[in-house]
């Protein structure tokens, strides 16, 4: 029997709890700081701003839990998230074609669920 992905659980080692994948616990800055991606050069963190992260959630690239007017992203957002940026930044692929790259992928997840795919 296949496993929800919805239920799956990641442990967090910083704080040493188990929670839910999609508990939305981070804010938008604490978003942005976990999903910096590495400068190649200089191996340093590039930095991240929540305007990128609101034009993904425009795009309609990641949707994060509203509370009030505050965004709350969780493990699997940030997870995402961190997909985005390679697409876009290692990648070269534009929004565009993140959005069909990552429905892809989503179609394939509900097919293994499902037991059609290997």
């Given at each position: 029997?296949?496993?929800?992905p919805?239920l799956?659980?990641?442990?967090?080692p910083h704080?040493?709890?188990v929670?839910?994948?999609?508990?939305?616990i981070y804010?938008?800055?604490?978003?942005?700081?976990?999903?910096?991606?590495v400068d190649?050069?200089s191996?340093?963190?590039k930095?991240?701003h929540?305007?990128?992260l609101r034009?993904?959630?425009?795009?309609?690239?990641?949707?994060?839990?509203?509370?009030?007017?505050?965004?709350l992203?969780?493990?699997?957002?940030?997870?995402?998230?961190?997909?985005?940026?390679?697409l876009?930044?290692?990648l070269?692929?534009n929004?565009a074609?993140v959005?069909?790259i990552?429905d892809?992928l989503?179609?394939i997840?509900?097919?293994?669920?499902?037991?059609?795919?290997?």
């Open positions: 029997m296949a496993v929800d919805r799956q659980q990641v442990e967090r704080r040493g709890i929670a839910d994948k999609d508990e939305p804010t938008i800055s604490i978003a942005a700081r976990l999903v910096r991606p190649l050069t191996g340093t963190l930095p991240l929540a305007q990128t034009m993904y959630e425009r795009e309609g690239l990641v949707k994060p839990k509203r509370v009030g007017r505050n965004r992203y969780s493990d699997r957002d940030i997870d995402r998230l961190r997909q985005i940026q390679h876009t930044q290692d070269g692929v929004l074609g959005e069909i990552l892809l989503e179609q997840e509900v097919l293994r669920a499902s037991s059609q795919l290997p």
